[in-house]
T-cell receptor
């Protein structure tokens, strides 16, 4: 499976600021996904990022709050904008595997908003 | 009705026993089924996937799928304390690229 890295691994931010999370893969992948995992909860898909097209957002998530870039087949960023304490969460990127529909996750970014 | 349902646990089993984790899903057209293991503070790790009715074995792990009952399970034989983690069931719903996750079952293997 692909090796996935995320930066930063964790951050503590002030209310009203923005944070950009980077996801880097060691091989080219068609689809990348961004998830949020709030404390004690399961994973919630934020959006699907395809290279060369606009990201597809899930219900409850909007581009103004979570802008996503996908400049090439190995890299994506997720920005959490105008943060509030409710945005405190773990943010995970994932990529599709070689076997149909499988996904592999990066190590995650633990965000705390004060 | 939740799309993917799991008992949150914790499920406690003694070391060496068989742990049985269960998951039900609502969309009868679901096609792909996954089990992820998530250790505390870590990201999910794919351990099994199954597409067809029946059993699929990989080492100490067996995934079982029954599409008629909309039920998928994971059996862990000879459970070890290192198996203690949260196990997430995930389902690929018909017509979508995305995978939907259950809330996970916490497994505790008691030495």
């Amino acid at each position: 499976s692909a090796v996935i890295s995320q930066k930063p691994s964790r951050d503590i931010c002030q209310r009203g600021t923005s944070l950009t999370i980077q996801c880097q893969v060691d091989s080219q992948v068609t689809m990348m996904f961004w998830y949020r995992q709030q404390p004690g909860q399961s994973l919630t898909l934020i959006a699907t990022a395809n290279q060369g097209s606009e990201a597809t957002y899930e219900s409850g998530f909007v581009i103004d709050k979570f802008p996503i870039s996908r400049p090439n087949l190995t890299f994506s960023t997720l920005t959490v904008s105008n943060m509030s304490p409710e945005d405190s969460s773990i943010y995970l990127c994932s990529v599709t595997g070689e076997v149909a529909d499988t996904q592999y996750f990066g190590p995650g970014t633990r965000l705390t908003v004060l | 009705q939740k799309e993917v349902e799991q008992n949150s646990g914790p499920l406690s089993v003694p070391e060496g026993a068989i742990a049985s984790l269960n998951c039900t899903y609502s969309d009868r057209g679901s096609q792909s089924f996954f089990w992820y293991r998530q250790y505390s503070g870590k990201s999910p790790e794919l351990i099994m996937f199954i597409y067809s009715n029946g059993d699929k074995e990989d080492g100490r792990f067996t995934a079982q799928l029954n599409k008629a009952s909309q039920y998928v399970s994971l059996l862990i034989r000879d459970s070890q304390p290192s198996d203690s983690a949260t196990y997430l069931c995930a389902v690929n719903l018909r017509g979508y690229q995305k995978v939907t996750f259950g809330t996970g079952t916490k497994l505790q293997v008691i030495p």
